[in-house]
């Protein structure tokens, strides 16, 4: 019989608008989408299906990187240099059909050794000649290309045709941002698991709200790589979007558009919850430590590599018997907890020297200490997606981790196992240090903003592409000049900065729309504002001032002031504290003013009001 050459091309279900790859394939390739959940049987079931009387020339991957890939099963592709069950898997596969080639379109594996590792592992194994590429794969904007650079092979027409063009995302990159505002939270971005909780699994570059189920009112929210965790008022803890591996902790895998609470353990009561990639963890008011979803590093801390779809004890035994955690803070499959006693401990992935315990190793299943520099006491702890910040008391920024893309700002780009000291520019004091997935953003005291590490999308707002290894500062010209930041917060590839005036702006990667101003503009190297329009100012322009609203005691009641009669009107009230116009305070009963309810609302005619009662707390 005639024996047909083919190619087959997996594409995995979680790549950005994978709907391309498979539109775009040749009549010499045949695409076969798959998630983790797929098995190694229905694999075969489809190879038996389409290539009975065919032998694959070549055989295709489309994915987005990461250290242990999990691929059919559930399980990793490979583990730790050995031949892993899915290894083994696809060496059967090379083997039966005679498949020659077998090229990964995922960005930069040439850059990783464990990825170089397991392309040892499958041509020792077989005669297979292996492509992979050392760039950002399909994305000419971003200096990449359909060469797989191991082998010099443009493969871009061996699998597509012209339609493909190039991939205008990066293969690793899929956002949304969240916050809460006024009891309510909102969100814009990527929306592909319902990971904005509106019910829907649409992307969206403007606001919407989330739906709260009625009684809750949220507190605080965190989000992981395509979910979002909310923790109420009352304790409880809701999620939405990807749960594949868990970690909604609802004791299901099952993904939702909508939120679900999360199963807590009988007299355990949440004090915080922090999501890492796809593995979240929840601090107690007791103390104790409970995680849910990916473990594959055994980023949980219980001791195991087993996924968990509902919450588990961290084990704090050995050396970390007796500690008290004051805080935790999630990077990828990693999980770093700063103890009261100002010790700092991390389980989990370590591949880059991360957990700062002076050792790399692939992995921890156990709590290890972090080495503190001598006379250094720490005061707070992010984590980026292999790189580990820590601000000192005294104001001086220490890193770990990976710094290939020179996110640690020690003027270098040399990975290291042990805490080394960031760059700060002269008469500057951090305040803050907060991590993205390959960079780092520092809020001086002075209110200026400094960034380092990569930035081909503009993530440090600095107005260029260019990565940098010593802190350089963010672009506050234009639209932004004399705003004054409040708090930051550090995506995939982009920044958000939360100003004093209640505005919202943010740079880098808008991909999804997760800048939230309206646009689909992949990309901002300067601060653009956030379309805050959703978010309704209440109507009190007819306030009943013998009975004010304080159930909510945050923010002091707004007041919208449309002309110099109303705002006599009102300063003669017994509840005004103070009056703000134009950013100057009108000392008015300002006596005993806590800085809660000195909180600023914006009205109109930028005239802006600071309103309170007795019994305001």
């Not at 605080?220 to 979002?228: D, E, I």
């Not at 050995?318 to 935790?328: C, Q, R």
């Not at 940098?468 to 920044?495: I, R, W, Y």
Request: hydrophobic share 30%; aromatic share 10%; glycine share 10%.
């Amino acid at each position: 019989y005639i024996i047909y050459m083919t190619n087959i091309l997996l594409i995995d279900e979680t790549v950005l608008d994978s709907k391309i790859f498979i539109d775009s394939c040749n009549e010499n390739t045949i695409p076969f989408v798959y998630s983790q959940n797929t098995t190694r049987e229905n694999v075969l079931e489809f190879l038996q299906q389409n290539v009975q009387n065919s032998q694959i020339k070549r055989l295709g991957f489309v994915f987005e990187i990461n250290p242990y890939y999990t691929f059919l099963n559930s399980e990793p592709i490979f583990e730790n240099g050995i031949i892993s069950t899915n290894t083994q898997f696809l060496i059967n596969i090379i083997q039966q059909y005679k498949i020659e080639n077998i090229d990964f379109l995922a960005c930069e594996t040439l850059l990783h050794a464990e990825w170089n590792d397991f392309y040892k592992l499958l041509m020792e194994n077989t005669q297979v000649i292996v492509g992979a590429s050392n760039n950002k794969t399909g994305n000419l904007l971003f200096g990449g290309d359909w060469i797989m650079e191991s082998t010099n092979t443009d493969i871009e027409l061996i699998y597509f045709n012209k339609s493909i063009e190039y991939y205008k995302y990066l293969l690793g990159i899929s956002l949304h941002t969240v916050f809460v505002r006024n009891g309510n939270v909102y969100g814009c971005g990527d929306n592909v698991y319902g990971q904005l909780g509106n019910g829907t699994t649409s992307k969206t570059s403007s606001l919407v709200q989330m739906i709260i189920p009625a009684g809750y009112i949220p507190e605080s929210v965190s989000s992981g790589r395509f979910y979002t965790i909310v923790k109420m008022t009352d304790g409880t803890i809701w999620g939405c979007g990807q749960n594949w591996y868990g970690q909604l902790g609802d004791g299901t895998t099952s993904s939702t558009s909508s939120l679900v609470q999360m199963i807590i353990p009988d007299g355990r009561t949440p004090e915080s919850a922090t999501c890492g990639t796809t593995h979240t963890i929840v601090k107690m008011t007791d103390g104790t430590i409970w995680g849910c979803g990916f473990n594959s590093g055994g980023q949980l801390g219980d001791g195991t590599t087993s996924n968990r779809s509902s919450l588990v004890q961290m084990n704090f035994s050995g050396n970390v018997s007796g500690k008290t955690p004051e805080s935790v803070s999630c990077g990828d499959r990693y999980t770093i907890v700063k103890m009261t006693d100002e010790t700092i401990w991390g389980c989990g992935f370590n591949h880059r020297g991360q957990l700062g315990t002076g050792n790399i190793n692939v992995y921890s299943l156990y709590f290890i200490q972090m080495i503190i520099p001598d006379g250094r006491t720490p005061e707070s702890v992010s984590c980026g997606t292999s790189h580990t910040i820590v601000k000192m008391t005294d104001g001086t920024i220490w890193g770990c981790g990976e710094n290939r893309y020179k996110q640690l700002g020690d003027g270098t780009t040399s990975n290291t196992a042990s805490l080394v000291q960031m760059i700060i520019p002269d008469g500057r004091t951090p305040e803050s240090a907060t991590c993205g997935t390959t960079h780092t953003i520092v809020k001086m005291t002075d209110g200026t903003i400094w960034g380092c590490g990569e930035n081909p999308l503009g993530q440090l707002g600095d107005g260029t592409t260019s990565n940098t290894a010593s802190l350089v500062q963010m672009n506050f010209s234009g639209d932004v000049s004399g705003k004054t930041p409040e708090s930051v917060s550090c995506g995939e590839h982009n920044t958000i900065v939360n100003m004093t005036d209640g505005t919202i702006w943010g740079c880098g990667i808008n991909s999804s729309g997760q800048l939230g101003n309206g646009t689909y503009t992949y990309n901002y190297i300067t601060l653009v504002q956030m379309n805050l329009s959703l978010i309704p100012i209440p109507d009190y322009s007819n306030p009943d001032y013998s009975n004010p609203d304080y159930s909510n005691p945050d923010y002091s009641k707004p007041v919208i002031i449309n002309n110099s009669s109303e705002l006599l009107n009102f300063m003669q009230s017994d509840y005004l504290y103070g009056v703000i116009a134009n950013n100057t305070i009108i000392d008015y009963k300002l006596n005993n003013l806590s800085s809660t309810q000195k909180r600023i609302m914006t009205s109109h005619q930028n005239i802006n009001l600071i309103i309170s009662g007795d019994n305001l707390n």
